[in-house]
């Protein structure tokens, strides 16, 4: 079983930044990718970026490409999502989510084996 704990989340106004992290404990062995999502009120959770688990392979959806920089610390165990420029539509729960997805299925949902709580993200105009 892995643990994650998301937390940076918070209030900005739009153009700022926020840097969220997610802190990984129990088996975390290597191997594991790691995925950001996020779901805003009534809409489906969706992709928002994936690192593997050497941070050699990245990718971000194309409405914070950009804007957004996936990292990870595996020596820590935490990996990091940092957010500049942030516009109202980034208003969501932000979640960390840690699997073994395929190049084919990184960005769906049901890839994913573990998933952090959640931390809001609110930007306001």
């Known amino acids: 079983q892995v643990q994650l704990v998301d937390s940076g989340g918070g209030l900005v106004q739009a153009g700022n930044s926020l840097r969220l992290s997610c802190a990984a404990s129990?088996?975390?062995?290597?191997?594991?990718?790691t995925g950001w999502f996020r779901q805003a009120p009534g809409k489906e959770r969706e992709f928002v970026a994936y690192i593997n688990w050497s941070g050699g392979y990245i990718l971000y959806a194309d409405s914070v490409k950009g804007r957004f920089t996936i990292s990870r610390d595996n020596a820590k165990n935490m990996v990091y999502l940092q957010m500049n420029s942030l516009k109202p539509e980034d208003t969501a729960v932000y979640y960390c989510?840690?699997?073994?997805?395929?190049?084919?299925?990184?960005?769906?949902?049901?890839?994913?084996?573990?998933w952090g709580q959640g931390t809001q993200v609110t930007v306001s105009s």
């Open positions: 129990g088996r975390t062995s290597s191997g594991y990718a």
């Open positions: 989510t840690w699997g073994r997805p395929s190049v084919a299925t990184m960005k769906a949902v049901r890839s994913y084996d573990y």
